[in-house]
């Protein structure tokens, strides 16, 4: 059996982070077994629908880099479709018209508060004849469930898991202006995809007994089910915008990587012993739905940002450098110049040490462009007083004096210099860095000059000097 998944986005807002989640579950399942993962967009809502959401989430899909097999199916072109199944089971007699006012429905829902029990349609319609319909009320078709016994529905994460059919009144199939239920077309386009493994929140694990309901009236087999615990925040309340961003664009934006943030996502309710670094090849490996944990994972920004770091420190330096290069031509205002490019590059080692996001990256690399005049933070600004610029000259004249420029010649002329001024190394560079970056804390001094150059080095100290 080939292996078929889906992931069915709703296309009113961004692409959620647990809907991320869910998506990249699904995709490491079908790639695991060498099955498909499809994309549906689940459209029918046309009062929230927008385009704009659908392209930010098939944006952010692209951007984790979960390709999905095939075209992207729009469940609201298969409206008719799925009006036709229903009529389906009208003619065989598993459905029904159902003519009931809204005053009627009302009813219903005030009786059954009255007597403490869940709210449901007493199934009035099931067994009249439409002859004595009134007039002037659209009818909605409603299934006609079963009413004794019990729905019981097998899940790969929550077990064995019953309801009572006497819990589960006659859902509606397609409204009174003909247009069908979500309920309705989720079984049909999960049953026309050939999908074979249904793995979503859990929080859609009651629809379940609906769904399957539907699909014993067709007699289809079901889907096997995985219901996946959400994604709680750090208090252990359900996620939610005073925990932070939501959607995964907003974690781009923040200059998290596309791998660190599958990464952390994978080890939310799933683990794999005490493995936390996973590359994409090892989650394709080792994914099953035998090892995705029971209860509710709690997101941890400071977590995601440990391995943000991680995976930045492992990159390559010329492609993190394409990475940052809008931010910090955002920063300068301007383009970036191919010199200062490549003095990125170079110095990238040093930069990404200390880099946990790629803002803060792009931030730290401006020490490298083409920037005198430049800003001292107030802490640097102590190091090049009046006082220092005596050091600073001699500074300037042993660097001017060197013939090479390799990092060991550079610094035993420092040193050397240090010792006949009776200093202590880090009394000269201090100034010298703070001159050089027109910051406190940096890569190595020897990096920078090395990165930025003879002449750069020489002309910034030059302009701290005559300032």
Excluded at 108 to 113: D, F, G, I, L, Q
Excluded at 204 to 211: A, P
């Amino acid at each position: 059996m080939t292996i078929v998944t889906r992931f069915a986005p709703s296309p009113t807002g961004f692409l959620h982070i647990g809907g991320a989640r869910t998506a990249l579950f699904n995709w490491l399942l079908a790639r695991r077994h060498g099955g498909k993962f499809l994309l549906r967009i689940e459209d029918t809502d046309r009062k929230r629908f927008t385009q704009e959401a659908v392209d930010a989430i098939l944006e952010s899909m692209k951007w984790l880099g979960l390709d999905w097999d095939g075209d992207v199916v729009h469940q609201f072109s298969r409206a008719a479709r799925h009006k036709e199944m229903a009529e389906k089971l009208l003619a065989e007699g598993k459905a029904y018209h159902c003519y009931c006012s809204p005053e009627e429905l009302e009813e219903m829902r005030e009786k059954a508060r009255a007597e403490k029990r869940a709210p449901g349609y007493d199934g009035r319609w099931r067994e009249r004849d439409p002859s004595e319909a009134p007039k002037g009320v659209y009818p909605v078709v409603r299934l006609k469930t079963p009413q004794a016994g019990g729905t019981t529905i097998v899940d790969d994460v929550q077990g064995e898991v019953t309801v009572q059919n006497d819990q589960l009144d006659d859902l509606i199939l397609l409204r009174a202006d003909g247009t069908p239920t979500y309920m309705l077309s989720v079984v049909v386009d999960d049953h026309d995809m050939g999908v074979t493994h249904i793995m979503r929140g859990d929080d859609h694990l009651t629809n379940s007994f609906r769904q399957k309901q539907i699909y014993e009236a067709f007699g289809w087999k079901m889907p096997e089910l995985c219901h996946i615990p959400l994604i709680h925040g750090s208090d252990g309340a359900k996620l939610s915008k005073r925990h932070g961003a939501l959607g995964v664009e907003a974690y781009r934006e923040m200059g998290i990587l596309p791998e660190a943030l599958c990464n952390y996502l994978l080890r939310l309710g799933w683990s794999h012993g005490d493995d936390e670094i996973i590359s994409r090849q090892q989650a394709i490996e080792w994914f099953t739905v035998k090892n995705i944990g029971k209860s509710p994972a709690r997101f941890d920004m400071d977590k995601l940002l440990n391995l943000n770091g991680h995976y930045i420190r492992n990159h390559e330096n010329r492609s993190l450098v394409a990475l940052i290069r809008p931010a910090v031509e955002k920063l300068l205002g301007r383009d970036l110049k191919d010199f200062e490019e490549e003095r990125f590059v170079k110095g990238m080692d040093g930069l990404k040490e200390r880099s946990k996001d790629l803002n803060d990256l792009a931030r730290s690399a401006l020490i490298y462009a083409d920037i005198i005049p430049y800003d001292f933070d107030e802490k640097a600004k102590s190091f090049v007083e009046e006082e220092a610029k005596d050091i600073l000259k001699a500074i300037y004249k042993t660097l001017a004096d060197l013939t090479s420029w390799e990092d060991e010649v550079v610094e035993e002329a420092l040193r050397k210099l240090s010792d006949s001024l009776g200093l202590k190394f880090g009394k000269i560079a201090q100034p010298l860095r703070a001159s050089l970056t027109g910051r406190t804390v940096s890569p190595g001094i020897f990096e920078i000059m090395s990165t930025l150059g003879q002449k750069e080095t020489l002309d910034r100290l030059n302009f701290v000097i005559n300032l």
